[in-house]
């Protein structure tokens, strides 16, 4: 196994680190390969995360979370995505969720909804995506009328994690189509509202234990205490966390890569051809380099996006683009090259990198395509 850099981590990081790991290795990789088989929520590595206090680091101590940075949710993120993305994904939507909240949302609505994640009773959600609207935020075509008492809200959501699963969504909806991208807002909607349906479970090719369908909002009404911020700010804050959750998809992306490495050189060093371990081929030697040489870059380049959230610095757009692209780049090309480094092993589900490859492969379309994000650092350099 790889030795990780320690010279950027102070000593509470290193020792979140070293809690995530063994917590990984020891609770969550021994059902990541049946929660990938079978479809199946990851029920029993989600309930170790929340006893060790990994599943929701970043929500502040004043709601009942541990109060970690960004940082300190990168470095989970990584460790655990490196065992089982499934895992990581489900409870990283409760970051997805948390951070509208954190950005605009009310005291009342923070003290309702997030010690309610905090603690682990409640998983959340985050339904901006639909069928028409994925890169195109800003065609978003479900409604939200005012009510006497509220908004009542109609349409469909896509490619929703947790959806089904979810005790509370983060829901976006136009409050005026006339104004465009600045006519969005965002509503919580807890899950038992009447109106709120799901559809089947999507059929993926990887994160497959990570429930995703389809929301249907049929005139779901919700008090007025439910729009977060003011109606109009939906674009900002759907954008605003996006940024900020860009670090955690690039430190998703960074852990399967460090997954797939770690497992090509132990068996580079186990498997022997021509009566000498594959190791020993220097062409092989190169390929392992490289791979490590790609991983190191991103991380360093996914801690830096981190850094420069908690320091609130005026570039966290173009560091989060920039981490996420070119982690989750590096994860699909370190995933293939493992698979092939296993040679037929690797094609197999006898070992994990055929999975780990499957599941890189999401990490360059959501939270924004790595086409987006190449236009996100082109305009803020041009």
């Not at 206090?53 to 490196?82: F, K, T, W």
């Not at 901006?128 to 005012?146: K, Y």
């Not at 992306?253 to 580079?268: F, R, S």
């Not at 999401?362 to 086409?371: F, K, P, R, S, V």
Request: aromatic share 6%; hydrophobic share 40%; net charge negative.
């Amino acid at each position: 196994m790889a030795v990780l850099p320690t010279h950027s981590l102070g000593e509470e990081h290193l020792a979140l680190r070293e809690l995530a790991r063994q917590v990984g290795e020891e609770q969550v990789a021994p059902h990541a390969a049946a929660v990938d088989q079978n479809a199946e929520f990851p029920g029993k590595s989600l309930k170790a995360l929340i006893s060790a206090g990994l599943h929701a680091v970043a929500i502040p101590e004043e709601y009942g979370g541990q109060g970690g940075d960004h940082l300190a949710s990168a470095i989970v993120a990584e460790e655990i995505a490196r065992v089982c993305a499934t895992t990581q994904q489900v409870y990283g939507a409760n970051e997805l969720f948390a951070l509208p909240l954190l950005l605009a949302g009310s005291e009342e609505q923070r003290q309702r909804y997030l010690p309610r994640i905090a603690s682990g009773d409640w998983l959340g959600a985050f339904a901006l995506s639909e069928p028409e609207a994925g890169s195109d935020v800003a065609a978003i075509s479900t409604r939200a009328a005012r009510t006497e008492n509220g908004w009542r809200l109609k349409g469909t959501k896509r490619w929703i994690t947790n959806a089904g699963r979810a005790d509370a969504y983060i829901v976006f909806a136009s409050t005026d189509p006339d104004a465009g991208s600045r006519g969005l807002s965002a509503f919580v909607v807890e899950s038992d509202a009447a109106g709120l349906t799901f559809g089947a479970p999507e059929k993926k090719m990887g994160l497959k234990g990570s429930p995703t369908s389809e929301i249907y909002l049929d005139d779901v009404t919700v008090d007025d205490d439910c729009l977060i911020g003011q109606p109009g700010e939906g674009m900002r804050i759907a954008l605003g966390t996006l940024d900020r959750t860009r670090t955690t998809v690039a430190s998703q992306a960074v852990g399967i890569a460090q997954g797939a490495l770690d497992v090509a050189v132990e068996y580079l060093g186990q498997r022997k051809q021509f009566g000498q371990p594959l190791a020993s081929f220097q062409g092989l030697q190169f390929m392992v380099a490289d791979m490590e040489i790609q991983i190191r870059a991103a991380r360093a380049l996914t801690h830096a996006a981190a850094r420069e959230l908690d320091s609130e610095g005026s570039d966290i757009t173009t560091a989060g683009a920039v981490a996420k692209c070119f982690a989750s780049d590096t994860a699909m090309k370190v995933t293939t090259d493992a698979v092939q480094l296993l040679g037929g092993a690797g094609y197999v589900k006898d070992f994990p990198v055929e999975r780990m490859m499957r599941d890189a492969k999401i990490t360059q379309i959501y939270e924004g395509t790595n086409q987006i994000q190449r236009t996100v650092i082109a305009r803020a350099l041009l």
